[in-house]
């Protein structure tokens, strides 16, 4: 079966422009959480969806960022007048949901270079 | 402030060689540890997890790690490394009453053969 895609794979933009990222979770699954990983670091925690809602968006660094999945689906990533320092891998992952011990099942990725 | 711990940033080792990478955690209440690994070119698949029961958790590839309580810690293990074990691996918590899941910094293991 089809794991987590995400789009694009490789984002070019210039400091000060408007980005979207997209993720496709695996199918039938409830939670999403996107998660950014900067060069030498692991993955930090950006926002979680729980359904249509995000249960926690408590990592989002400011209000440049926000993120939406209105159908329970599919979810963006949305990121206002870009900064150099956003440049780094945006990851998205998904799973069943409920019970919390559920793995989550991660993506590919999108590459965000803010030139 | 909650986080993760990872010793070594990278390791270089031989084939057949013991591998041990260190994990520690800050969290004082119930937590689920989590080794993920990332092959290159490859995307964070999970290697193994521990949420409760028997401290000692085997996932695949024949990779273990150990929960020690006391010591905040998660250690991974596997007895003789081969050089497909070449990756960046990442330790994990989740802590209880979360569903976001904090990970160390990574350590990049070459393994020569």
């Known amino acids: 079966g089809a794991g987590v895609s995400q789009t694009p794979s490789n984002k070019v933009t210039e400091k000060g422009k408007y980005v979207e990222l997209r993720c496709d979770p695996i199918?039938?699954?409830?939670?999403l959480y996107w998660y950014r990983q900067s060069l030498g670091q692991g993955p930090e925690f950006l926002i979680y969806?729980?359904?249509?809602?995000?249960?926690?968006d408590s990592g989002l660094p400011n209000d440049r960022f926000f993120a939406v999945r209105p159908e329970g689906s599919v979810s963006t990533l949305k990121i206002q007048r870009t900064e150099r320092g956003d440049s780094a891998v945006y990851l998205c992952?998904?799973?069943?949901?409920?019970?919390?011990?559920?793995?989550?099942?991660f993506g590919p990725g999108t590459r965000l270079t803010v030139l | 402030a909650q986080s993760v711990s990872q010793h070594n940033h990278h390791v270089i080792l031989s084939e057949a060689a013991s591998l041990e990478l260190g994990c520690n955690y800050s969290?004082?209440?119930?937590?689920?540890l989590f080794w993920y690994v990332q092959y290159p070119g490859q995307h964070l698949q999970l290697l193994l997890k521990?949420?409760?029961?028997?401290?000692l958790v085997k996932g695949i590839k024949g990779f273990e790690a150990e929960f020690i309580k006391s010591k905040f810690s998660f250690n991974l293990r596997k007895p003789s490394v081969q050089w497909s074990d070449t990756a960046e691996y990442f330790c994990?918590?989740?802590?209880?009453?979360?569903?976001?899941?904090?990970f160390g910094a990574g350590t990049r293991l070459a393994v020569h053969p």
């Open positions: 994990a918590v989740r802590p209880g009453g979360y569903n976001k899941l904090i």
């Open positions: 992952a998904s799973s069943p949901g409920e019970p919390s011990y559920n793995e989550q099942f």
């Open positions: 969290y004082g209440g119930t937590v689920n």
């Open positions: 969806f729980q359904g249509t809602g995000a249960a926690d």
């Open positions: 521990y949420f409760s029961g028997d401290p």
């Open positions: 199918s039938g699954h409830t939670a």
